[in-house]
């Protein structure tokens, strides 16, 4: 089998080889559980550099002056940062946590973007003090805090969120467009919030951004919303957000990356005037299918249903149960159907259900099983519920792997408590 064969859910650089095993990166899928432990996630690198130049190139052939940022929630890993900050793309970070792995990743202080609906004094301050190229506004209260944070300084450029009414076909949970959101000035708010800004000593005010939600699928509700914005003024600078989506499984069908860049790029130079800086943003679409998920599997259980039991699942990919977000699941050297099962975890919760209906090949103790495209918000909402210690991140390259980030370990588990006698 070929990479053809495989579903598009699953990195590129990635194939079935002729016994029909999982080659990542040039490196067997079996061979990586072995040797790295699961549950592991595995990175294919080439395939993060690949969406990024897919993005650049994209936007290089239409628009005269852009910059793409990698919205960094998706996937705050230092090594991540660090590839995509040599292929040449921007970020941006939505706490101060993001901002210090996205310095040490070595992101350029003032290609960095600054959000979040509830920044604190501390995250401004750091931000100033790191040289951080602009911050997002999202709320009045925040206009003066930065204010106050920037004093008679040197004047801080900033974007103004706004929300333009307008929202993708996607989870409530991710959509962030509607009037009544708690991001940004809805589009009665905002043109106060615009004449604030403008009368600012301390504030630079270059242009708007908004971000209408996430996994979106269609290119419609980009154009909606870059036109119903359009009504606020005329700026510079325009940040249109992320959210395009990525295939999950087999028949999802996301648009191609340079057909949503075209139709935001075209809608803006339509309705919002040529030459304007265009800035997007994606996430999931840079780094959710680099990624699979490797897991053994601990139980097989027949009652009602067959329960495929691995040794991980919400604590490392919490999308499922959050979201009701489905993915794929395959065994990794005996791809195929045939045993209708329900990919379920090991934590305490009824809930903790990776994959609920999949066809596995006869499913047995000690398979290594496959969820592809958990490269978005997997690694970046893992959690310590059970106190199962998180995954290591390993990048595959050529056949060469490396962990990036170790597998947690019960003494990290413990690493914070102050006991009693302690300094
Ligand atoms: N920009 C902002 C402000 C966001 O809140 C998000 C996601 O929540 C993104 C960009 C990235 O979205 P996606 O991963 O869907 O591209």
């Known amino acids: 089998m070929t990479r053809s064969q495989l579903s598009q859910a699953y990195p590129l650089a990635s194939r079935l080889d002729e016994d029909g095993r999982l080659q990542l990166g040039g490196c067997d899928a079996v061979e990586l559980a072995r040797e790295f432990g699961t549950p592991a996630y595995i990175v294919v690198e080439d395939d993060l550099r690949a969406r990024a130049q897919t993005f650049v190139e994209a936007f290089k052939a239409r628009a005269k002056s852009f910059d793409v ?18 292929e040449g793309i921007a970020c941006d970070v939505a706490s101060g946590g993001e901002l210090a792995l996205a310095l040490r990743g070595g992101f350029e202080p003032s290609r960095i ?28 209260d925040e206009i003066e805090r930065l204010e106050a944070v920037v004093g008679d300084g040197d004047p801080q450029p900033v974007l103004l969120r706004v929300t333009p009414g307008v929202s993708g076909d996607t989870h409530a949970a991710i959509s962030t467009g509607q009037a009544d959101s708690k991001f940004g000035f809805s589009m009665l708010d905002a043109p106060d919030a ?32 870059i036109e119903a914005i359009a009504p606020l003024g005329d700026f510079p600078v325009y940040n ?32 919002l005037g040529p030459g304007k800086r265009i800035l997007d943003e994606p996430g999931r679409a840079l780094v959710a299918n ?12 027949r009652n009602v249903s067959t329960w ?3 040794d991980g699942g919400m604590s490392d990919n919490l999308r ?11 065994i990794a050297d005996r791809f195929g159907g045939g045993t209708p099962s329900r990919l379920t975890g090991k934590h305490c919760e009824s809930g903790d259900v990776i994959v609920r209906d999949v066809e596995l090949a006869d499913p047995r103790v000690g398979d290594v099983v496959v969820t592809p495209a958990t490269g978005a918000y997997g690694h970046a909402m893992a959690n310590n519920y059970n106190g ?11 056949g060469d792997a490396r962990v990036v980030v170790r597998r947690e370990t019960y003494q990290d588990l413990a690493a914070r408590d102050v006991e009693p006698g302690d300094g």
């Open 240 to 271: 249109l957000g992320g959210g395009l989506g990525v295939a999950y499984t087999s028949e999802q069908e996301p648009p191609r990356i340079a057909d949503y860049v075209a139709a935001k790029v075209d809608t803006a130079e339509h309705a």
């Open 69 to 86: 940022l990698f919205a960094s929630k998706a996937f705050p890993c230092t090594a991540v940062y660090r590839v995509l900050a040599q």
């Open 113 to 140: 973007y600054m959000h979040g609906n509830a920044k604190s004094v501390d995250e401004l301050r750091f931000a100033r003090e790191a040289g951080v190229g602009h911050i997002v506004i999202d709320n009045a």
């Open 308 to 310: 495929v039991a691995v």
């Open 320 to 330: 499922p149960m959050l979201y009701g977000s489905v993915y794929e699941a395959q």
């Open 194 to 225: 615009i004449a604030r800004l403008r009368d600012s000593a301390a504030l630079d005010l270059v242009g708007l951004h908004m971000h209408i939600g996430s996994q979106i699928l269609e290119l419609d509700p980009f154009r909606r919303a």
């Open 388 to 398: 199962v210690p998180r995954p290591p991140v390993i990048f595959v390259a050529h």
């Open 290 to 301: 680099s990624t699979v998920t490797l897991y053994t599997v601990q139980s097989v259980k």
